[in-house]
Structures are given as C-alpha cells and as structure tokens.
C-alpha cells in the first residue's frame, strides 16, 4: 500500500513536469474519470486534467509547487500542504489538498483550499 507521502510526491510531480508528454504518462496513474476542483479551477477526467494542468503551468511560469509539512492520510483520503515558489524566492500561494483514491489506490478525486495567496 502506498503512504501519503508517496501520493502527495507523485501527485505534485505531475503538477511540476515539464514536459506535456511526461505529465500525461503520470496521468495514467490516476482513475480515468477523476474529478479536480479548487477554488480557481476545475477538470473531469484525465484529460481534462492534464489540459488544466498545462494551462496552470503557463499561467504560473518558473514557479513550482513543493510540499510543505508532512502528509497524513484516513482510509482513502490523502491530506497534505503545499507551497508555489519560484526556486529562489518566496512563495506567492500555499494551499491544502484532500485527495480521494479509489480501491486500486488511484487518485480518484482532488478538492484543493487555498490557503493563502499573495499579490
């Protein structure tokens, strides 16, 4: 069984992949029919995922999103914070993410917070 932090690496690895290609392979680890939603955005599907994604990472260019604290999961849920910083620099977001895995340990639902934004 895979612990919450092997879920919460895997899972902001896919945020932080450079390359469209990559990012669609580790896609296919998560339940065909995934669900994301946050207060900015929202995607049905592994698909519609990945092209959310994308559009993320070219809104947000040179930032990436490091794991902030330790990863804690109950039952099929997988919690953990995050951070979007440049390499050096502050961050201008922080947020919580509660993750669902359907039985095979996929992800099957994402429900992001955002904790705080900066300007």
């Not at 390359?19 to 698909?47: C, K, Q």
């Not at 050096?88 to 669902?100: E, F, I, L, M, N």
Request: hydrophobic share 45%; charged share 30%.
């Amino acid at each position: 069984m895979r612990s919450p932090l092997d879920t919460a690496t895997d899972y902001l690895a896919v945020w932080n992949e450079a390359s469209a290609p990559e990012r669609r392979r580790r896609l296919d680890a998560w339940h065909p029919d995934a669900r994301y939603r946050d207060p900015l955005m929202e995607a049905d599907g592994r698909e519609a995922v990945a092209a959310m994604i994308e559009g993320a990472r070219e809104r947000f260019p040179g930032l990436a999103f490091r794991l902030h604290g330790t990863p804690d999961g109950h039952g099929p849920f997988v919690r953990f914070s995050w951070a979007l910083a440049p390499d050096c620099g502050p961050a201008v977001a922080a947020g919580t993410d509660v993750v669902r895995l359907d039985a095979a340990g996929r992800i099957a639902e994402v429900i992001g917070f955002l904790d705080e934004v900066r300007s």
